[in-house]
Nanobody, 121 residues
């Protein structure tokens, strides 16, 4: 059906930058909202940023001014540019998309497998 594949995680020092990517593939008719969530060790999964099909964005207060979400609708891909990273940004980052597949009537709340970001000296 539909798959979301993330890439770009890794180990970075405090103050550094990383760029995450998430590509959706399959029988995609359309994608509405695309988002990034994160889950730190021992905590719940929280919204980091989201972007609508027309480019409207929303960010968690903790990442405003440091992270930027963007998307390429032609490639069904969403990105998360993360700057000035802090140790508290350490988490597994998950891609999420509100997908219509096959037709406008088949809806799927799709998730990627997650990519680990570690911010440490």
């Amino acid at each position: 059906q539909v798959q979301l594949v993330e890439s770009g995680g890794g180990l970075v020092q405090p103050g550094g930058s990383l760029r995450l990517s998430c590509a959706a593939s399959g029988s995609i008719f359309s994608i509405n909202v695309m988002a990034w969530y994160r889950q730190a060790p021992g905590k719940g999964r929280d919204l980091v940023a989201e972007i609508t099909g027309d480019g409207s964005t929303n960010y968690a207060d903790s990442v405003k001014g440091r992270f930027t979400i963007s998307r390429d609708n032609a490639k069904n891909t969403v990105y998360l540019q993360m700057n000035t990273l802090k140790p508290e940004d350490t988490a597994v980052y998950y891609c999420n998309a509100d997908v219509r597949y096959g037709s406008p009537f088949n809806a799927l709340d799709a998730w990627g497998q997650g990519t680990l970001v570690i911010v440490s000296k």
